[in-house]
């Protein structure tokens, strides 16, 4: 997978950010950010793979890390607005994949992100995202955050 980080981490990423990242909303960075820091702290597996995907955000948007709070996904649904609730689902479930797996605790963290959201079943596609992932095979429909958040509008 190493030796394929690159496009694995490319693909899903314009599959989550078709417009770039630097186009969401301040709150939406935020709430991307949150979760990938959350995720990487509590499973305490830092793939390789998931610092190509940071770097890329992180330069994208070029959001202020220290201004953003070190909470749990948990916690960010409470601070932060329900229009960002299913970019965080969204944003879970591409770490779930660049890492190449899914826990037990990853799975139910998933599954009630999804109640929480209103979402359809994720779990089928999580397994799609894990099988491009590790077999090469056809990603899945996309579901991306213009689906549910409007980029910002250029001034």
Request: charged fraction near 25%.
């Amino acid at each position: 997978m190493r030796a394929l980080g690159p496009y694995l981490v490319e693909s899903l990423y314009e599959r989550l950010f078709p417009e770039g990242a630097q186009t969401l909303p301040e709150e939406a960075k935020r709430a991307c950010f949150i979760t990938i820091r959350a995720q990487v702290i509590r499973e305490g597996d830092f793939h390789p793979n998931v610092l190509l995907f940071i770097r890329r955000f992180l330069a994208e948007t070029k959001i202020n890390t220290q201004s953003i709070p070190d909470i749990s996904i948990q916690e960010a649904l409470k601070i932060l607005p329900a229009e960002v609730h299913p970019l965080i689902l969204e944003t879970l479930l591409t770490i779930c994949a660049i890492n190449g797996h899914a826990s037990k605790q990853e799975k139910k963290l998933l599954e009630d992100l999804r109640i929480h959201c209103g979402a359809p079943p994720c779990l089928d596609r999580l397994d799609q995202y894990l099988r491009f992932v590790i077999y090469g095979e056809l990603l899945p429909k996309a579901v991306t955050p213009k689906e549910f958040i409007k980029p910002n509008q250029p001034s």
